[in-house]
């Protein structure tokens, strides 16, 4: 059973950073599959903020481009999401997915596997 976990989340003042991890416990899902990066606050949609495919091509929402920057280390089954200049519109739970690749999508309902996400809050 693929597991997705978070971790790096945490509550930091306006205009710092963090960065995010996602690590997998089944290495496959690292090197045959895209990867993503969503946010749910509450009440609202989860929504798709950055994705990244095997061969490192990347999408991101506008609100965060320029900021946020998502990598993968393929080796260390882990994914990244750099995230720079946050803003108090950034707070949610940050979840990691992953996908069977066929093109790059923010699509939420593609997404095949899911961790169970890490807190950001700005203040």
């Known amino acids: 059973d693929v597991q997705l976990v978070e971790s790096g989340g945490g509550s930091v003042p306006v205009g710092r950073s963090l960065r995010l991890s996602c690590v997998s416990s089944?290495?496959?899902?690292?090197?045959?599959?895209?990867m993503g990066w969503f946010l749910q606050a509450p009440g609202k949609e989860r929504e798709g903020v950055a994705t990244?495919?095997?061969?490192?091509?990347?999408s991101y929402i506008d609100s965060v481009k320029g900021r946020f920057t998502i990598s993968r280390d393929n080796a260390k089954n882990a994914l990244y999401l750099q995230m720079n200049a946050l803003k108090p519109e950034d707070s949610a739970m940050y979840l990691c997915?992953?996908?069977?690749?066929?093109?790059?999508?923010?699509?939420?309902?593609?997404?095949?596997?899911w961790g169970q996400g890490t807190q950001v809050t700005v203040s």
């Open positions: 990244i495919a095997m061969d490192g091509s990347t």
């Open positions: 089944v290495g496959y899902v690292f090197s045959s599959h895209c």
């Open positions: 997915a992953a996908r069977a690749c066929g093109g790059l999508t923010l699509f939420a309902g593609l997404y095949d596997y």
